[in-house]
């Protein structure tokens, strides 16, 4: 269990963040992470708890708590303290296909979850997370691993985001040959466009797809299946399918003045500048002016609003800081949530707190203030004489308690109108669900979301052979909850074309 005292002898300690108006000076992860040996102090921390709720990964209140991968938290976090790092390292890669990916991008359900969490600073299970599996690239325990025996099935996997991915790496480890078709110029999907560089740097997906790539994951890029190649030469081609695409149907705004020049939905803003970015490194590795990449949806200069308080709109709060903007605010329909948990909020649940997040601390650091202006939306988008926008018309929202149902009503309040500036307005007020052309195309059923549907608990759709996994199957959701639907789906097509399957279940 680590360190009896642990818990007691030793307060939480965190790797150093580069100050704010440095890091925006590029777009590079800013994390300075922990020497080895003040890790191993840090995982001495862990209890071992009788009930370890960082590994429960169940709802409670309709809340994740835990990890959704069930990781063996407190396992490896012995294995660190005692310095057993490469154990460490094969009891996370039994449950965690890409540690690598969610020690940067989770937002640690675990730690949420901690028992040191319930009176004092929870275990810094993510940071030690980051901590194996970084050592193990540098040891070369996370070395390629071919298969030695194949059983000649074929599968299709469609898309190449969190979810496909973690479905081919275990359908290639059990002998299956594998081929992901991903309709962007680079595989990754959400992780590669839709979380930016500072979040989760691009080597460190291509570090990972080249490893999977030497073990036998056949990837075909810029191949957008449904429209350049047709379901039926799929379904003809290969033993099985996996639609992994998904939920990338944005939610709009529909009010007056929708159609003027300058407004985006973040998912395409945020992949343009990615886009710029690997361009210009591409020629020139010191350098991160975007300026110098063209066609790409620039914020500089410029006054920017975003829609939605989310992670999505925090990101491009941060990435409009480093374009230069003039300006940026953030409109958040919801009201501010408490600075500490509510009495009706307790732990193990999922704490329902404000958090200030990098976008918004660079905001304060570089205008003054946080960007955030709560329980307000846009009412009318105003445009100038040449059909730009220029201003939007927002207006104040309260809420209420409807009485019978239970749930928040919302309504305008009355004379609360006011005008704001902007020239450029980027919307991130998340998914409605996945795209229907890829489910059309093979004849799939999608539920009154526009999710794939399936049985409770299951990943088979309605069409023979055909699978679904991740945000197109359960909608919008985390990386750790598309990496999980990945692997329990990859279960589930090895049994149907086996008759068996001995890949380890969650």
């Known amino acids: 269990m680590g360190k009896a005292t642990g818990f007691l002898e030793y307060e939480r300690q965190g790797g150093v963040l580069v100050q704010e108006k440095q890091r925006i000076k590029n777009y590079n992860e800013f994390h300075e992470y922990l020497s080895e040996e003040e890790q ?49 390292y094969n009891r996370l890669k039994k449950t965690n296909s890409f540690p690598e990916f969610t020690s940067r991008v989770c937002p640690a359900l675990c730690e949420a979850a901690c028992t040191c969490g319930l009176n004092g600073d929870s275990v810094s299970v993510r940071e030690n997370e980051h901590a194996i599996i970084e050592k193990a690239y540098k040891e070369g325990f996370a070395k390629v691993n071919i298969p030695n025996i194949k059983t000649g099935k074929k599968i299709a996997i469609i898309g190449s985001g969190p979810a496909g991915l973690a479905a081919a790496d275990q359908l290639n480890q059990r002998g299956h040959s594998v081929t992901v078709f991903e309709r962007d110029d680079r595989p990754g999907g ?188 846009v009412k009318e988008f105003i445009k100038n004489e040449k059909g730009e926008l220029k201003a939007v018309k927002c207006v104040n929202l309260e809420f209420s308690k409807d009485e019978k149902t239970g749930k928040n009503l919302m309504k305008e309040v009355a004379g609360s109108e006011k005008i704001l500036d902007c020239d450029l307005l980027l919307i991130a007020a998340g998914f409605l669900g996945s795209e229907e052309y890829v489910a059309k195309a093979f004849g799939v059923e999608l539920d009154e979301k526009t999710n794939v549907s399936t049985q409770k608990g299951r990943y088979a759709t309605n069409v023979k052979k055909v699978f679904t996994a991740g945000d197109m199957h359960r909608g919008q959701s985390l990386v750790v909850w598309a990496i999980l639907e990945g692997r329990e789906c990859a279960r589930q097509v090895d049994e149907y074309l086996m008759g068996y399957t001995n890949l380890s279940p969650q």
């Open 190 to 377: 959400l992780l590669m466009y839709g979380i930016p560089n500072m979040k989760l740097e691009k080597d460190i997906i291509y570090r990972k797809i080249d490893i999977m790539k030497e073990e036998g994951v056949e990837f075909k890029l810029s191949q957008n299946i449904g429209k350049d190649k047709k379901a039926s030469e799929i379904l003809k081609e290969f033993d099985s399918v996996i639609l992994a695409c998904g939920a990338k149907n944005p939610r709009d705004i529909k009010a007056a003045g929708r159609d003027a020049k300058g407004i985006y939905f973040a998912v395409d803003f945020l992949t343009s500048s990615t886009k710029a970015l690997l361009k210009v490194r591409q020629k020139d590795k010191k350098t991160d002016n975007l300026a110098k990449a063209d066609g790409f949806i620039d914020s500089k200069g410029k006054k920017v609003i975003v829609i939605g308080g989310g992670d999505t709109g925090n990101d491009c709060v941060a990435t409009c800081i480093r374009h230069g903007a003039k300006s940026v605010t953030q409109l958040e329909m919801m009201p501010k949530a408490p600075e500490k948990r509510a009495q009706d909020n307790p732990w193990p649940q999922w704490p329902k707190v404000c958090k200030t997040d990098y976008g918004q601390e660079e905001a304060k650091a570089v205008f003054g203030s946080d960007p955030r202006v709560y329980q307000t939306t």
């Open 40 to 88: 191993q102090i840090q995982a001495s921390r862990c209890m071992n708890c009788g009930v370890p709720f960082c590994q429960f990964g169940m709802e409670i209140m309709g809340m994740a708590s835990g990890c959704p991968l069930h990781n063996l938290i407190p396992e490896w976090n012995d294995l660190i303290y005692k310095g057993n790092w490469e154990l460490a």
